[in-house]
Every structure is written in structure tokens, then in C-alpha cells.
């Protein structure tokens, strides 16, 4: 069973939330819920699975994510980005558990040349990393034991994400036009989950410290590098597209306006989490070429 007994995973049906179910089954008996089984946004359903599977681990992989939607729909995402949180803490100070929560790059506001570390100043550009944030300041308020994970760019081979859109539209179309102004790290789900699980072992067992860590991908790209390295990698796997050898066109997000505005740069300096855990993170490239591979052969 390893270190402890009772973990709890929510959001099982996200991309995160299904590659947890993987890399946190072998430490401990899981249960694993989605939203039709504890729904976030209803504070009856939290108390209901709290006391039924008293969990010793719970990690939170469900949030509010509809970034544009949120500038409207302020009241769910604050009530699941913040409120459910709030409870989630409270509920791990009260009984000793621990929890694993997931945060953003969208906290800060990407003024910055370098990429972030983790005491630099926050200064959330939209209600989405407001809420965020604010469900971060909820952990920490509760001072209950806890794993908060900063993540960028997150992608998985399951479910919809950015290089799953590019290489349908470059299917459809001549021409393509993707932002150049903002850079990132594409951060796999899989890297996610396996670096959670590491994680867990060395702060359960007393070998690392709980708190705040940056988790991302190594390296950099703006969007449309990484869209370029979407359509070079498939039409080198002879995959058939209509998007023309010029086609690719890089814009500023100036050219392409949202309603929630997003940082320019979203870069995460990983340092403190490789020095902590021992780890090495693999380059953007790796995960992405990976997926790529993966949907090619399917």
C-alpha cells in the first residue's frame, strides 16, 4: 500500500485526471471520481465523498478551465476554482490528509523576460487566474499539508488540445494563421501525472517538502512554433495535409483577440522542483513527438 491508505482523485475524466488514475494506483487504494460523481460546484457532493472514502491523499484534478467563458461565468468558475478548494483544504487540516491541487501560469501576467519561479509576483490578466490563484491562497490559508502544481500549456493524447486543432485544420485548410507573441512550454498530461506521483512518495516519506513547485516541460515556444512543430513532425510521418509548404503564417495576439487576455509569456522556471525531487525534466519536443507518434499509429 505504500505510505498511506486512502487517496481520492477528482476530476478522473480530465487530462490530467485520466493519466493520474494510472500513475497513482500503485501507491495506495484509489478512488477516482468525475463530476457526475462529486461535482465541484456543489458543496453537498464534496462533504458526501469527503466522509464516505476519508481520504488520507486527496488530489484535485478538476477546475473551472473554460479560460474566455470564465469572464462571464464568474460565479461557477469562483465557486469551483475557489470555494471547492477552500473546503478541500479544510477538510485535509482538520484530518491530517494531503492535498495535491493544480494551479497556472495564468496567475502571473507575463510582463516578465524571464520565465517565472515560484515567490515571483503574481498578477492574475483574467477572472480564470484570479480564480486560480485565489483557490492557491485558499491551500495555503488552511495551513493544511499540501503539493500545489503550477502547469502551462497542458496537453494530452486523449481529449481536445491545441496540436489535436492544428493538425485537423491544417487537414482543411491552405492556410493558417497562429500566434508568434506568446511563448510556453507544451506540458503533457502523462509528464504531469508521473512527476505527481513521484512527488507524493518523497513527500510522504519525509524526503521532500510540501508547498508550491513550477511543472512544465524544458525548453520554449510560441504558438506557432509549436504548430509548425505539429505539421513538420506529421507530414514527416506522410500524413496527408492541405496546408500549403508557405502555409503557416505567424500573427501577434493583437491580430486575434479573446475576451480573457493571457500572459505573454507563460514560461515556468522548473528549478526548485527538479533540485527538490531529483528530477529532470525532458524537453517540450519529447511529449509532443510522442503524442504525434501515438495518434499516427492509431
Known sequence: MGFYKKILLLGKDGQVGWELQRA???LGLLTSLNRSECDLSDPAQIQTALEQYEPEVIVNAAAYTAVDKAETDQALARRINVD????LALYAREMGSLLVHYSTDYVFDGTKPEAYVEDD????????GKTKLDGEHKVRDALCRHLIFRTSWVYAARGGNFARTILRLAQEREALNVIDDQIGAPTSAELIADVTAHALRDVLSGRAPGGTYHLAAGGETSWYGYARFVIERSRAQGQALALAADGLKPIPASEYPLPAKRPQNSCLNTGLLERSFALK??????????VLDEWASS
Not at 84 to 87: C, D, F, S
Not at 121 to 128: A, E, F, H, K, R
Not at 281 to 290: D, F, H
Request: charged share 10%; net charge negative.
Open 121 to 128: 509576483i503574481t498578477n492574475p490578466l483574467s477572472v480564470y
Open 24 to 26: 497513482l494506483a500503485p
Open 281 to 290: 525534466l525532458p524537453m517540450w519536443e519529447t511529449g509532443v513527438a510522442r
Open 84 to 87: 471547492a478548494v477552500a473546503e
